[in-house]
């Protein structure tokens, strides 16, 4: 029982840079795996990052590693991911999401157990 709400999401030029938050509330006095997912106009929705409980380890979609960088701080709960160089292809709406199990796996939407409402990102060329 933890809701997500996500926030930072706008319209940015490429080459550009975006910071998304997402802040939990509910039974935050447990910590959650936390993922960035997206998903773009007629698209399915993808993954982009996630973090492990303590912060130690992070995994990433190929397509945003080196630009983009999750993070999180337990004792506010939240979880942000800063987006740099930003391409018209990282236009989507993004999701924040928990899961309750172990880590690894990550990049499937089926594994997690809550989610935000989703941030609009779009990308301008």
């Known amino acids: 029982q933890v809701q997500l709400v996500e926030s930072g999401g706008g319209l940015v030029q490429a080459g550009g840079s975006l910071r998304l938050s997402c802040a939990a509330s509910?039974?935050?006095?447990?910590?959650?795996?936390m993922g960035w997912f997206r998903q773009a106009p007629g698209k399915e929705r993808e993954f982009v990052a996630a973090?492990?409980?303590?912060?130690?380890?992070?995994v990433y979609a190929e397509s945003v590693k080196g630009r983009f960088a999750i993070s999180r701080d337990n004792a506010k709960n939240t979880v942000d991911l800063q987006m740099n160089t930003l391409k018209p292809e990282d236009t989507a709406v993004y999701y924040c999401?928990?899961?309750?199990?172990?880590?690894?796996?990550?990049?499937?939407?089926?594994?997690?157990?809550?989610w935000g409402q989703g941030t609009q990102v779009t990308v301008s060329s």
């Open positions: 973090i492990s409980r303590s912060g130690g380890v992070t």
């Open positions: 999401a928990a899961k309750t199990g172990q880590f690894i796996p990550v990049r499937s939407t089926e594994v997690y157990d809550y």
């Open positions: 509910g039974r935050t006095y447990i910590t959650y795996v």
